[in-house]
């Protein structure tokens, strides 16, 4: 089994940033691709940023780009989320997530939510006005 733990969450104020991490760990730990999720109260959890695990790329909803950018630990079992000019429309609980090993990784799978089977507890992530 692969373990995701998230931090870094909390009260930031508009127009702020919060820097999330994420810790997977497991017995011989592999990925295809990791991503970052979200929920808010009331909605659809949906997709926020994901990197290829072995290419680097990137994908990012369009109503992040610009201001979240997600990254890959130097020991390649850490993703962070650096989440810049927080506006109101962000307060949600912040979900890691991971794809198995046998995972396509493929760009479209990226931001597709059936393709990951490991996900964190969340952390929750909240902008004052």
């Known amino acids: 089994q692969v373990q995701l733990v998230e931090s870094g969450g909390g009260l930031v104020q508009a127009g702020g940033s919060l820097r999330l991490s994420c810790a997977a760990s497991g017995r011989t730990f592999s990925s295809t691709a990791m991503g970052w999720f979200r929920q808010a109260p009331g909605k659809e959890r949906e997709f926020v940023a994901a990197i290829s695990w072995s290419s680097g790329s990137t994908y990012y909803a369009d109503s992040v780009k610009g201001r979240f950018t997600i990254s890959r630990g130097d020991a390649k079992s850490s993703l962070y989320l650096q989440m810049n000019t927080l506006n109101t429309e962000d307060p949600a609980v912040y979900y890691c997530?991971?794809?198995?090993?046998?995972?396509?990784?493929?760009?479209?799978?990226?931001?597709?939510?059936?393709?990951?089977?490991?996900w964190g507890q969340g952390t929750q992530v909240t902008v004052s006005s």
């Open positions: 997530a991971a794809q198995p090993p046998y995972a396509s990784g493929s760009y479209l799978s990226l931001a597709t939510i059936g393709a990951y089977d490991y």
